[in-house]
């Protein structure tokens, strides 16, 4: 805030200069690392910035050809997408399919992530 008002700007420009800051920010890592691997028709945002309209429609201005649209849109609430991510997780893991993507994080192969624990698993030793 300090800069602001040497500067003379006021919290509303502070606002919006971070705002389509971080969404060029999105735009540059998803042209940089995303596009040269993949052929991308449609953006899905989740989280706070899904429903700031700034935010959606400088992704839009800055990923042409991209369609950006919010998680809502598919029923998915914007608020949910961690919840939603670890259940897909816990959907592919029980299926025994990885879920990691080695490219993004560095990982040495695809891995099935998490384990799953049936009832009754260690209860009797437990006991004993």
Do not use: C
């Amino acid at each position: 805030m300090a800069w602001g008002k040497r500067h003379h700007a006021g919290a509303v420009d502070l606002i919006r200069t971070v705002t389509v800051f971080t969404a060029l920010s999105i735009a540059d890592a998803f042209r940089r690392f995303i596009l040269p691997r993949a052929k991308v028709h449609e953006l899905i945002v989740a989280g706070g910035g899904a429903r700031n309209p700034l935010m959606m429609a400088q992704l839009a201005a800055s990923l042409p050809g991209i369609e950006v649209v919010p998680a809502s849109f598919f029923g998915v609430p914007v608020e949910a997408k961690e919840a939603f991510g670890f259940a897909l997780m816990a959907y592919e893991t029980y299926h025994g399919r990885p879920s990691n993507v080695p490219s993004a994080t560095g990982a040495r192969h695809l891995t099935i992530l998490g384990k799953v624990a049936k009832a009754g698993d260690g209860k009797a030793s437990a006991r004993r």
